[in-house]
């Protein structure tokens, strides 16, 4: 099983009424659940912790979980509100507005952290969930407990419009990267977390060095390069598709990688160690497959296997 551990939130969407007004429409949405139903509708076993509202969105959030088959066992239930983000889209990129203060998904307690099941070969983390306390010492403690046990899968996803102590996210991050395997990073997020002039390459190879045994960038349009042992470098293409948003990409991508991953057998320390060019290859080129899907539907959309035909 690969359990996803991060942020459960409402996608406030914008639509048009009945009257041709401007509206929002609320979407179960959040990166790391964005990841988990991706995963759960590829046919990977898949699990979910995160903070998660018995208000009317949290029972939104929940049923999201089990139509797309995740199991919610180890999810903290808490009266606290859920977390809204408005979106804004722009030439089919997206811009977030969140409302997070003292919500059911923030307001977990790194001394509270939960069992994970025996058969998880895999932990994701990423996401706002990585910023705000106390949630993100919950988070980035539960992966340092985990590791050398389960592969550890990051994916920063920053929203800087977020962060109020740039220092300590940073050293946050620092600590998390030091504990990853796999570590998933846009070229914008490569260019905050390594600033200055070097080239992608060697960026990526810095954070290689820091102790991932397979870093990957992804590019938008212009497709996705993975790192990985001393000097291995793949790189894939972006499915060629019709954009309706981006909402979502990055974390159907990540959910396609661990989907392929996983049914390699390579969600293990010892095989991530000697993984070859063509299996990161594999693995990349489904993660840009399900995405080119997500990014053609609007909202946060993943496809379910039986829409990939013979993958």
Known sequence: MIICCGEA????????DAAGKDAFTPHAGGAVFNTAVA???????????????????????????????????????????????FVTLRNGQASYLFFDENSAGRMLDAKDLPAIPDATTALYLG????????????????????????????????????????????????RLIAHTNILKVSDEDLDWIVPGPLSMLEKADMLLNDGPQLVIVTRGSQGATGLFGTDGVVEVPAQSTTVADTVGAGDTFNA???ARLSEQGLLSTDALQNITGEQVASALAMGARVAGITVSRHGANPP????????
């Open 127 to 174: 996401g706002i969930s990585l910023i705000n306390l106390p949630a993100a010492d919950f988070y980035v403690a539960l992966a340092m407990r985990e590791a050398g046990r389960r592969v550890i899968m990051a994916d920063p996803n920053i929203r800087m419009n977020f962060v109020t102590d740039e220092t300590a996210y940073r050293a946050r991050l620092e």
């Open 9 to 16: 939130l409402i996608d406030m969407i914008p639509s048009v």
């Open 304 to 311: 379910w296997a039986h829409e990939l035909g013979g993958a």
């Open 39 to 85: 995963l759960g509708r590829l046919g990977a076993p898949v699990g979910f912790v995160s903070g998660i509202s018995t208000d009317l969105f949290g029972d939104m959030l929940r049923q999201g979980l089990t139509d797309s088959n995740v199991d919610t066992a180890n999810v903290v239930m808490s009266d606290r509100r859920t977390t809204l983000a």
């Open 256 to 258: 396609g990688v661990l």
